[in-house]
C-alpha cells in the first residue's frame, strides 16, 4: 500500500466529494477551516484507489475515508496510515460512523471537543417578553468599527469582519438606536445548502435572550431561502449550547478529539 500526498487542487475536491457525499449529516464548519493548510494524502491499494485521510500540522487526522470495497480492509489500512504519517491524534464527528469505528479501536478517547447541532424544531424557541422592538438590517462596512466595539475575540479582527461584509454574511441587530449584536450565516461547502450560523451580542445586553433571538432570526432566514442551519458549540462553553437550545436546536451529535494510544 502506498500513501501519495495530493496537491492538485481538482484532485483534492474529487475526493473530499465523495466523503461528504458519504456524511449523513452536514460537514463541521470547524474543521472545514483547517482544510486550507491541512494535507491530504491518497491511498493507493494494489496500484488501485482505496481511500484519502487529511491531517493538519499536528499530525492530526481531520478526515478518514474509504471506497465501499476496502471498507473490509481498514484495520490494515489505518495501521499504516498511523505508521507512516506518524498520528498523534483524531477530529471525529459522531455521525461519522466509519471513521468512529476505527477510531474506538485505535484511539483512546481523549474528550468532548463539541456539540454540534444538526436538528430543531420551530416549538422549542420561546420568545421572552422583554425582546421586542428589534431591527435586523443588513451590515454595512460603515457599521464594522460598532461590531469590532463589542467583539470579544467571537472574530480575529477587524479583516475577518470586513470578509464577512463584503460577502453578505452579516446581519445586524438594533434596538432604540443602540447595537444588539449581529447574526452570521456562512455556506460550509460550496456546493451544498448547509448554513453555519453564529450571533454575537454586546456584552452589556447578555443573558437577556437577544443571543436566542438572534439565532432564531437567522435560522428562519436560512430556511426561508432553502438553506439548510446548523451550528456547533465548544463543549464548556454551557451559556453557548444554552443559547442554541432557547433557539429551538437540538443536540444529538458530538464531535469527539481522540489521542493515539
Known amino acids: 500500500m502506498k500513501l501519495i500526498q495530493v496537491q ?6 474529487e475526493l473530499r466529494k465523495k466523503y461528504l457525499d458519504s456524511l449523513i449529516e452536514p460537514q463541521e464548519y470547524f474543521l472545514e477551516q483547517f482544510m486550507k493548510d491541512a494535507a491530504i494524502y491518497k491511498f493507493l491499494y494494489n496500484h488501485e484507489l482505496a481511500g484519502y485521510c487529511i491531517i493538519n500540522e499536528e499530525n492530526t487526522i481531520l478526515e478518514f475515508y474509504l471506497e465501499k470495497e476496502y471498507i473490509a480492509k481498514k484495520e490494515v489500512i489505518f495501521r499504516h496510515v498511523i505508521k507512516e504519517l506518524a498520528i498523534q491524534s483524531a477530529y471525529c464527528k459522531s455521525f461519522d460512523h466509519l ?19 444538526r436538528d430543531y424544531s420551530d416549538s422549542c424557541y420561546k420568545e421572552k417578553n422583554a425582546i421586542h422592538d428589534i431591527h435586523a438590517r443588513k451590515c454595512l462596512a460603515s457599521d464594522v468599527a460598532d461590531i469590532l466595539s463589542i467583539n470579544d475575540g467571537f472574530f ?8 464577512y461584509v463584503d460577502n453578505n454574511n452579516l446581519i445586524l441587530f ?4 443602540s447595537l444588539i449584536g449581529c447574526g452570521l450565516y456562512q455556506r460550509v461547502i460550496d456546493d451544498k445548502d448547509d448554513f453555519d450560523i453564529g450571533m454575537l451580542v454586546d ?24 438553506f439548510r442551519p446548523i451550528c456547533g458549540c465548544g463543549f464548556e462553553n454551557a451559556a453557548s449550547r444554552k443559547c442554541i437550545e432557547n ?9 469527539a478529539k481522540f489521542s493515539f494510544k
Open 203 to 226: 456584552p452589556k445586553f447578555r443573558k437577556l435572550g437577544y443571543g436566542s433571538y438572534i439565532l432564531n432570526y437567522m435560522k428562519e432566514l436560512c430556511i426561508k431561502s432553502n
Open 8 to 13: 492538485n487542487v481538482n484532485e483534492k475536491s
Open 247 to 255: 433557539a429551538g436546536f437540538i443536540n444529538l451529535h458530538i464531535l
Open 156 to 163: 480575529s479582527g477587524k479583516d475577518e469582519i470586513e470578509h
Open 99 to 117: 471513521f468512529l469505528n476505527i477510531c474506538m479501536q485505535y484511539f483512546q478517547f481523549h474528550c468532548i471537543h463539541g456539540f454540534l447541532f
Open 174 to 177: 438594533e434596538k432604540n438606536g
